[in-house]
C-alpha cells in the first residue's frame, strides 16, 4: 500500500462553525468528529487501487475483514468469530459471525467470503495484494459460517494479511459500484463526497452492535498544504489530525488543548530506482546513489526528525531486522568513483518524480542536492497522485522516485514480476519462496536476514528511513490509536471524554 498526499480548503464550513453557539458547538462534537487526511483517495473500493488513503477511509468503517488488525499489530477475530489451523499451517478453518448483514439488506454468509476472494485472485482483478489471492488453493463454503481455505503454501502472515484492506468481503450485487457506492457489512455508510474536499461518513443504524457505536457523523478533510494543516488544527475546523506533517507539530506539544501521538511503523521510506533504466541498471550507479545520500539529512529536511535510518526494504521491531545501513553508507567519495568505475560521464541527468506527499517533495529537494555534489543532476518533477500511479507505478516512466511503502509485510513485492521498480533476481525469488516455507519463527528470522542484506547488496533502492507517524488530536477524543501497523482510522473506536 502506498502512501500519498492532498488538498483542501474549509473556510465555509469553518464560518458555518462559528456561527453556533458554544454550547451547541460542545453538544455536536459529542457524536461527531472531523478528522483530516493529507490525500483524497482516488475511490473507495480498496480492491481497486493502491492507494492507503482508500482504506484510510473505509476499512473498518464501511467495509470489514474475517480478522481485525489492532494497533499493536495483533491480529483479532473481526467478521469470522474464530478459526482453527491445520498442522501443515496450510489450511484455515473459519467461523463466521451469526447475524451480519451487508448494508444493502443482503445477507453475508460463506458464499460471500468465497465470492470476495475469488474475485481477488481473478485474471481480471486490480487487487494489489492479487498476488496473495492467487497462492490460495482453494476457498469452500461448507455451510453458511463456515469457510474453509487451503493455501498452496504456508504463510505465517496468513491472518494478519486477511485484515488488510484488500481482503475486505464484499457483496456479490454492489462490486461494480464500491469505488462510488461502497456497500459493507461495517458500522458507517457513505453519507456524502464533496470531492476535492470531504468524504463524510453516517452510522448505519442496521450494523449488528449499532449500540455501542458513539460516533454518529465523522467527516475526513483532506488539506495537504503543512501550514494549512497547522491552521486547521488551531482554529478547531478539525478535531485530529493522524499522521500530520511533523513540519509545526512542536507547538502542539506545549499547548494543553491538544494530545500529540507519536506513532510507531512498519513502513520505509524509499528513493525508488527504475532498475530496468539505463544506467541504472548497473549495480554500481545505484550504489554510487545511495553513497551520495545522507540519510540523517534527509530524515530531517522530509520528516522534521521523526524516522530512523534504514539499509533494506524492512524496519526495526520487525522479525529478524538486521541493520544493513553500513552495506551503503553516506560516503561521497566513493560514490564519485563508482560512477567512474561504470563509465559514466557527468553531469548525469535523471528524472525524479514527486508525488503530493510533503514528505517526498520535501525530501526530495535535499536528495536531489546531494545528488548534484557527485554530479548527477536530479530533475525533479512534481506530480499529482493519479499521474504518479498511471506514470510512475503503471507505466514506469522515471528514473528515481520518493514513496513511503506502508504495509508491514511486502517483501514479496521484490519477487513480483512487472512491478514498477523492475527487480529481477532468481536468488532474491528462491530466498522468498523458502521465507514463505519456514514454519519456525526463528528460521524465519535467519532467513529474512538473508534476504534484508541481499537487496542491500543489489542497491534495488536508496534506502531511506522508517517515518514515525504523528498523530495531533483534541485533548477529549478518545479510542486514536498508539501505533500504526497499516493506515486505517477506526472511527467505531472514537467516543468524546
Known amino acids: 500500500m502506498i502512501n500519498r498526499r492532498h488538498l483542501i480548503g474549509s473556510v465555509a464550513g469553518s464560518a458555518a462553525l462559528a456561527t453556533l453557539p458554544l454550547a451547541a458547538l460542545a453538544q455536536s462534537k459529542k457524536n461527531s468528529v472531523a478528522l483530516a487526511m493529507t490525500l483524497e483517495p482516488p ?56 447475524g451480519v448483514k451487508f448494508q444493502n439488506g443482503e445477507p453475508f454468509n460463506a458464499k460471500a467470503v468465497k465470492f470476495s476472494f475469488e474475485r481477488a485472485s481473478a485474471e481480471k482483478s486490480t487487487n494489489k495484494d492479487k498476488r496473495t489471492f492467487a497462492s490460495i488453493d482453494s476457498v469452500a463454503a461448507i455451510d453458511e459460517l463456515t469457510v474453509v481455505i487451503l493455501n498452496k503454501a504456508l504463510d505465517p502472515d496468513f491472518l494478519f494479511l486477511m485484515g488488510q484492506a484488500t481482503a475486505i468481503i464484499v457483496e456479490p450485487k454492489s462490486v461494480d459500484t464500491n469505488a462510488t457506492k461502497p456497500v459493507g457489512t461495517g458500522p458507517y455508510q457513505l453519507s456524502a463526497w464533496n470531492k476535492g474536499a470531504s468524504v463524510t461518513l453516517s452510522k448505519w443504524e442496521g450494523y449488528r452492535n449499532a449500540a455501542a457505536i458513539k460516533i454518529k457523523k465523522a467527516t475526513f478533510r483532506f488539506i495537504s498544504d503543512p501550514a494549512a494543516q497547522v491552521a486547521a488544527l488551531l482554529a478547531g475546523d478539525v478535531d485530529a489530525f493522524p499522521r500530520v506533517t511533523p513540519r509545526g507539530v512542536a507547538q502542539f506539544k506545549s499547548n494543553a488543548k491538544f494530545q500529540v501521538l507519536v506513532n510507531g511503523s512498519r513502513a520505509k521510506t524509499i528513493l525508488a530506482i527504475n532498475n530496468k533504466k539505463k544506467p541504472l541498471d548497473d549495480v554500481r550507479v545505484r550504489r554510487a546513489i545511495a553513497a551520495a545520500i545522507d540519510r540523517k539529512a534527509v530524515i530531517e529536511g522530509a520528516g522534521d526528525g521523526y524516522g530512523a535510518p534504514i539499509g533494506s526494504h524492512y524496519v526495526p521491531g520487525a522479525l529478524g ?151 495531533v488530536a483534541d485533548k477529549n477524543l478518545k479510542g486514536l490509536w498508539k501505533d500504526m501497523p497499516v493506515f486505517v482510522n477506526d472511527i467505531s473506536a472514537l467516543s468524546w471524554s
Request: charged share 20%.
Open 321 to 471: 531486522y538486521v541493520d544493513t545501513t553500513g552495506i551503503n553508507p553516506f560516503n561521497p567519495e566513493k560514490a564519485k568513483a563508482l560512477l567512474a568505475e561504470a563509465g559514466i560521464k557527468t553531469p548525469l541527468e535523471l528524472s525524479l518524480k514527486l508525488p503530493p506527499a510533503p514528505y517526498a517533495r520535501q525530501g526530495g529537494e535535499v536528495i536531489a542536492a546531494q545528488l548534484a555534489k557527485i554530479g548527477i543532476i536530479a530533475k525533479i518533477e512534481n506530480v499529482e497522485w493519479a499521474q504518479w500511479l498511471s506514470g510512475t507505478y503503471t507505466n514506469k516512466n522515471y528514473d528515481l522516485t520518493i514513496i513511503s511503502h506502508v504495509e508491514p509485510f511486502d517483501l514479496g513485492n521484490f519477487a513480483k514480476p512487472g512491478y514498477y521498480w523492475g527487480y529481477e533476481s532468481a536468488q532474491f525469488n528462491a530466498l522468498f519462496d523458502k521465507i514463505q516455507n519456514a514454519p519456525r519463527a526463528a528460521d524465519r528470522a535467519k532467513l529474512l536476514g538473508d534476504a534484508q542484506r541481499m537487496l542491500a547488496n543489489d542497491c534495488v533502492h536508496a534506502f531511506l528511513y522508517q517515518p514515525q507517524w504523528v498523530t
Open 43 to 98: 475511490g473507495l473500493d480498496p480492491t481497486a487501487g493502491a492507494a492507503s488513503a482508500i482504506a484510510e477511509v473505509v476499512q473498518y468503517n464501511i467495509f470489514e475483514t474475517l480478522t481485525k488488525i489492532n494497533s499493536d499489530g495483533s491480529v483479532s477475530p473481526l467478521l469470522a468469530e474464530s478459526w482453527e489451523v491445520s498442522p501443515d499451517l496450510k489450511t484455515y478453518t473459519f467461523k463466521l459471525r451469526k
